[in-house]
C-alpha cells in the first residue's frame, strides 16, 4: 500500500511539473482563438468564445506561405546533406582512427560552441564578397555546414558500438567497402541517424540571427517574418504572434512523436553490441 502510494505521488510529481513547463505552450494555444479584447484583457481570460480570425489573417498574408515553405525545405535540405557528410566522416574516424581523433573531435564539438553573434560579422562579409547573400543554395549549406559537427560527434559514438567484424565478415563475404558502409552498418545506427537529423532538424527550423543578416526574401523563415510582422499599430500583435507559433510549432512536435521511440534510444548517444 505504501508502495503505491510512494508511485501516485511520484506521477503526480511529473504530472505537476511537466504541466508547469506545458504552460506557454497552453496560453499561445488559447490566444491563437482568442479575439484582440479577449488577449488583453486584465485579469486573463481562461473562459472566452473561440475564433479562427487570428488563422484567417495570418493565411491572408502574402509572406507566411512562403516562409514556412522555406524553412521546411530548407531544414530538411540542409540536415540531409549534414547527415550524410556527418555519417562518413564519423565512419572514417571510427573505423580508421587518424592521429588525433581525439583532439579532432573536440575540435569539431568546440565549433558547435562558438556563439552565433561571435561568427555573424565574418560569414556576412564572406558570404557578401561570393555573392552567396539571399541564395538558397548559400543558406542551404551554410546550415549544413553548422550542422555538421554535432552530427559527427553523435553518429562516431553509434560506430564505435557496432562491432568492426560487421566489416570483416561483410568484405571476406565479398561486399565491397560501400555496400558494407550502406547495407551492413547503417541500418545498424539508424537510431542515431534519426537523433541526429532531429537535434540538427530543432537547430536549424529555430535559427534566426543567420537567416536574417545573410538571408533576403527569397530565403525569409518564419522566425525572421515572426519577428519582423509581430509589430502592428505601435503594438504587439499577439493575435499574429499566437497563431504563427502553434502553426511553426505543429512540424516539429509530428515529426518528434513519429520517430520518439528513434530518438529515446539516439539520446543515450549510443548502444553496446556483442561481438558476432
Not at 5 to 31: D, E, G, K, N, T
Not at 169 to 190: A, D, W, Y
Request: charged share 10%.
Amino acid at each position: 500500500m505504501k508502495k503505491q502510494w510512494r508511485q501516485l505521488f511520484y506521477h503526480l510529481l511529473l504530472w505537476s511539473v511537466s504541466i508547469v513547463f506545458f504552460l506557454p505552450v497552453i496560453w499561445i494555444l488559447m490566444a491563437a482563438f482568442k479575439t484582440k479584447n479577449d488577449l488583453l484583457s486584465i485579469p486573463p481570460k481562461w473562459l472566452f468564445t473561440p475564433t479562427l480570425e487570428n488563422f484567417s489573417l495570418l493565411f491572408s498574408r502574402n509572406d507566411v506561405l512562403p516562409a514556412l515553405f522555406n524553412s521546411i525545405v530548407i531544414s530538411c535540405l540542409a540536415v540531409v546533406v549534414a547527415i550524410i557528410v556527418s555519417f562518413l566522416a564519423a565512419y572514417s574516424f571510427s573505423r580508421y582512427q587518424p592521429k588525433g581523433t581525439n583532439f579532432l573531435m573536440f575540435i569539431l564539438l568546440s565549433i558547435r560552441m562558438v556563439p552565433a553573434a561571435a561568427s555573424v560579422v565574418p560569414i556576412f562579409l564572406m558570404y557578401t564578397a561570393f555573392g552567396w547573400k539571399d541564395n538558397f543554395l548559400g543558406i542551404v549549406l551554410f546550415y549544413a555546414m553548422f550542422s555538421i559537427p554535432f552530427s559527427v560527434w553523435i553518429l562516431k559514438g553509434f560506430l564505435d558500438g557496432v562491432s568492426p567484424r560487421y566489416d570483416e565478415t561483410g568484405i571476406v563475404n565479398g561486399g565491397s567497402r560501400l555496400h558494407v558502409i550502406f547495407r551492413v552498418i547503417l541500418p545498424q545506427v539508424r537510431p542515431g541517424l534519426i537523433a541526429a537529423f532531429i537535434f540538427n532538424m530543432i537547430f536549424v527550423w529555430n535559427e534566426f540571427l543567420f537567416n536574417f543578416i545573410i538571408g533576403g526574401k527569397s530565403t525569409t523563415m518564419i522566425p525572421v517574418v515572426m519577428v519582423t510582422g509581430a509589430t502592428n499599430e505601435g503594438g504587439v500583435d499577439w493575435g499574429f504572434v499566437s497563431s504563427l507559433a502553434i502553426l511553426y510549432l505543429l512540424p516539429p512536435i509530428l515529426i518528434i512523436y513519429y520517430f520518439q521511440k528513434h530518438l529515446l534510444v539516439g539520446m543515450t548517444f549510443g548502444t553496446v553490441r556483442g561481438e558476432i
